[in-house]
């Protein structure tokens, strides 16, 4: 019987190893969550695309009224794309977490962020309880400001 692990065997064992100690989270929800974040990943990049190709399309009006909603339309585009590369990077971040066994764990407090917490929001990375404090803290900033 042949028993020497390739480089991707090895992997998985850590994996599951970490994700023994570490986490709630078990291999099949790794799976599913990795399907998800890639499914994700997919469609915001055949997003982006489309995007790029409207802006294109619209170099192609010369009227300058038509120039100054031009000219809004690719400011909101702009945002549009800025937020979606945002998304991209944090999903990222989200399926590097799944590969090194931190995914689902609270970078505030180091603990389990719960399984139903991350189906609403893969990308997450506090529990909740951190996640209120931090907007708790934001709102404050705010009314200082
Ligand atoms: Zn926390």
Same mark, same amino acid.
């Given at each position: 019987?042949?028993?020497?692990?390739?480089?991707?065997?090895?992997?998985?064992?850590?994996?599951?190893?970490?994700?023994?100690?570490?986490?709630?989270?078990?291999?099949?929800?790794?799976?599913?969550?990795?399907?998800?974040?890639?499914?994700?990943?997919?469609?915001l990049r055949s997003e982006a695309g489309k995007t790029v190709e409207d802006m294109d399309e619209d170099e192609n009006f010369p009227d300058?009224?038509d120039r100054a909603s031009m000219e809004s339309n690719r400011n909101s585009m702009l945002r549009i794309r800025d937020r979606e590369r945002?998304?991209?990077?944090?999903?990222?971040?989200?399926?590097?977490?799944?590969?090194?066994?931190?995914?689902?764990?609270? =970078?505030?407090?180091?603990?389990?962020?719960?399984? &139903? %917490?991350?189906?609403? $929001?893969? *990308?997450?990375?506090?529990?909740? =309880?951190?996640?209120?404090?931090?907007?708790?803290? &934001? %709102?404050?900033?705010? $009314?200082? *400001?």
């Open positions: 019987m042949d028993i020497t692990f390739t480089s991707s065997d090895y992997n998985v064992i850590e994996l599951d190893h970490a994700w023994f100690i570490e986490t709630s989270v078990d291999r099949k929800e790794v799976d599913f969550f990795r399907n998800l974040l890639n499914q994700r990943l997919q469609e300058p009224t945002k998304l991209i990077f944090k999903i990222q971040e989200a399926l590097r977490r799944l590969d090194d066994g931190e995914y689902g764990v609270c =970078e505030e407090c180091g603990e389990n962020i719960g399984i &139903e %917490r991350l189906k609403a $929001r893969p *990308v997450t990375t506090l529990c909740i =309880e951190c996640k209120s404090s931090q907007e708790m803290e &934001e %709102r404050k900033a705010r $009314r200082i *400001v």
